[in-house]
């Protein structure tokens, strides 16, 4: 689709649709159990921002998400994805088609959903929305890279909890490579937050306490089946802070540290999120 | 009858047939609310919670707002329900307990396309309670 018809296509939504509620989670990577409300589409921007460590070329791979609530006990996702740097270039990095299903119809004390995703990139895709298996990014010239495609597939299973204020989620993570026998690939990730805010005010506000969520979350790959082994792996930790700017888009920003040498140093990563409903009021 | 009768007997037709007809679609508009999942209810230890917040009127305000952001793109904007989920002054809805009523907020009903908000601290669940009793 060319530059004017998606910008066509994004006003026409921007047009039809309702207001609706942002829900977004303050994690970059962790999943929790709340998915889309049925009918509302959110479109996302973000970018994830990477110092590496030793003399590699720092990056930057940003990434359009559309999340649709087909049902509510099931979500799809899109995504596209690319990457820059400042010396070795740019280029786009592929996509990624997401579902999620919930599978409890009410809340318990966990809350299980199962997460599949199949992933069409090239070995130049840096986003970095999960984290697996191990060793670290291959930094070499972004066209070689893009040469290398990959069909992978990924299972999460995601595990969430409101508990009194706060939110808990662990997310296990498998994926196996559909284009070359790497075995499988193991990751995870688990991650804390809560609502800055205890009563909401009776006016708009923009700057009020209730509008901010903050936490912290942790990712990282677990090695894979060929070589059950946690050297050479990469794990992050990542205070997260969101702010529901007005009741319809959410602006989110975390700052990765890396933990060990196969990690990069810093991860930046900024986001934001506009939501909107698509079936309106009747 | 001359020609000119017969246009305003035509006309009369007409403005009954379109009245009517606008009639009859407001009927199905009504029609279209969402039914309320009569076997979806609370657990007697939750439905039992009392508002702590019943004694202070100030967070009648907040929850209004909550509403409006959470609640009224499905419920509407005076809880009267849409296509898309129930009307909350339904005497049934009404006639449960603030607990029961803080449980299905909290939890949803994700197979009836009501989310769960228990991402929401619970004072602002409580909140949007108080709301729901003062619907008029």
């Known amino acids: 689709m060319s530059v004017p018809r998606t910008c066509l296509f994004l006003a026409l939504a921007l047009a039809l649709a309702s207001r609706a509620h942002a829900q977004e989670r303050a994690y970059f990577v962790t999943y929790d159990h709340y998915l889309e409300e049925p009918g509302n589409l959110e479109i996302a921007v973000a970018t994830t921002t990477g110092v590496p460590r030793g003399n590699d070329s720092s990056y930057s791979a940003p990434w359009i998400e559309l999340e649709y609530g087909i049902t509510g006990w099931w979500t799809a996702e899109l995504y596209l994805e690319g990457v820059t740097t400042r010396s070795d270039g740019s280029g786009f990095t592929g996509w990624r088609w997401e579902n999620r299903f919930r599978p409890l119809k009410s809340e318990h004390r966990i809350n299980p959903v199962l997460y599949l995703e199949y992933e069409n990139i090239n070995e130049a895709s840096r986003i970095q929305k999960e984290i697996v298996g191990s060793g670290s990014l291959p930094f070499e010239p972004i066209a070689d890279l893009r040469e290398e495609h990959v069909h992978e597939l990924e299972v999460k299973l995601i595990l969430s909890s409101a508990l009194a204020a706060w939110n808990l989620s662990e997310n296990v993570i498998v994926e196996k490579n559909l284009s070359q026998d790497e075995g499988l690939e193991f990751g995870y990730s688990v991650g804390v937050s809560r609502s800055l805010g205890g009563l909401a005010s009776g006016s708009a506000c923009h700057f009020c306490r209730e509008n901010f969520v903050a936490g912290v979350e942790a990712y990282g790959g677990l090695g894979t089946s060929l070589e059950r082994s946690l050297s050479d792996t990469r794990h992050f930790i990542a205070p997260v802070i969101a702010w529901h700017i007005t009741d319809r888009s959410t602006l989110k920003a975390s700052t990765a540290f890396g933990l060990t040498d196969a990690s990069d140093r810093y991860l930046v990563r900024v986001g934001w999120a506009y939501e909107l409903s698509t079936r309106g009021r009747k | ?136």
């Open chain 2, 1 to 136: 009858m001359s020609t000119q009768a017969a246009r305003r007997l035509v006309i009369a037709q007409a403005i009954i047939g379109m009245v009517a007809a606008a009639g009859a679609s407001l009927t199905v508009v009504r029609a279209q609310v969402r039914g309320r999942d009569s076997a979806w209810s609370a657990p007697a230890e939750a439905a039992a919670r009392v508002n702590p917040l019943l004694n202070r009127p100030g967070a009648a305000a907040g929850g209004e707002k909550l509403f409006q952001h959470r609640c009224a793109t499905c419920h509407g904007e005076d809880g009267r329900g849409t296509s898309k989920a129930p009307d909350l002054m339904q005497p049934d809805v009404q006639a449960q307990s603030d607990g029961a009523l803080l449980w299905k907020i909290s939890s949803g009903n994700t197979h009836g396309g009501m989310p769960a908000f228990s991402f929401l601290p619970e004072p602002q669940r409580w909140q949007l309670v108080l709301r729901l009793r003062h619907m008029e």
